[in-house]
């Protein structure tokens, strides 16, 4: 069974400041996703990505995937306000097939304080 | 340009009762899925139908059944709901060949 973990669940930071949210899992993949949640609402893609060292960034987020070490990273970077909602790592369980079943983890909790 | 169209957005329903929450696409993606999301434990795979025709299970799929009524919809029914179906449902959709998922606004459900 596909085990995804997601550390920290909760994070409280402040406006400016860097953090990386880890995400770890047990089996081989080399398919990782990253979604943010807002409360209430559905989930918005932020970055696929689909091969050992690929690395991504959108604006203050920075994702990256270490297939060899199961582990993936979202790096925060001078965090604003703007960028508080749940955010959910999610692997591909097809083992390489096309059905692109997704396990999720559990989400982190971020708030950027003022 | 719609999306990922889920109904009902809200439904409360008596334990016992039979329901059925409706998803269509209209981005003529080939995949579907449907996946709970409870407090605390991220989404999880109820069913999902990988093209026209065809569903299979997922992680979680005691309770329900799905229907793929054609490319557009695929729908989720509970035949007897109980009170640990509660939860926020999601439908997805995904191109063929392409990896990313678009996700539904969700039906929250609760049986009381």
């Known amino acids: 069974e596909l085990k995804v973990e997601q550390n920290p669940l909760f994070l409280s930071m402040q406006e400016g400041k860097n953090y990386t949210i880890y995400c770890n899992y047990s089996t081989t993949s080399d398919r990782l996703y990253w979604y943010r949640q807002d409360p209430g609402k559905s989930l918005e893609s932020l970055f696929v990505l689909l091969s050992n060292g690929a690395v991504k960034q959108e604006g203050r987020l920075m994702a990256s995937l270490d297939t060899k070490a199961r582990l993936s990273t979202l790096h925060i970077t001078a965090a604003v306000h703007d960028l508080s909602a749940t955010y959910f790592c999610a692997v591909d369980m097809s083992s390489g097939g096309s059905n692109y079943k997704l396990t999720f983890g559990k989400g982190t909790l971020l708030t950027v304080n003022p | 340009n719609a999306g990922v169209t889920q109904t009902p957005k809200f439904q409360v329903l008596k334990t016992g009762q039979s329901m059925t929450l409706q998803c269509a696409q209209d981005?003529?993606?080939?995949?579907m899925y449907w996946y709970r999301q409870d407090p605390g434990m991220g989404l999880r795979l109820i069913y999902y139908?990988?093209?026209?025709?065809?569903?299979d299970k997922g992680e979680v799929p005691n309770g329900y059944n799905v229907s793929r009524l054609n490319k557009r919809e695929f729908s989720l029914r509970l035949e007897s709901a109980a009170p640990s179906q509660t939860s926020v449902y999601f439908c997805?959709?995904?191109?063929?060949?392409?990896?990313?998922?678009?996700f539904g606004d969700g039906t929250r459900l609760s049986i009381l």
């Open positions: 981005m003529n993606h080939n995949s």
């Open positions: 997805a959709s995904r191109p063929q060949n392409q990896a990313r998922q678009h």
């Open positions: 139908s990988a093209s026209e025709g065809t569903t």
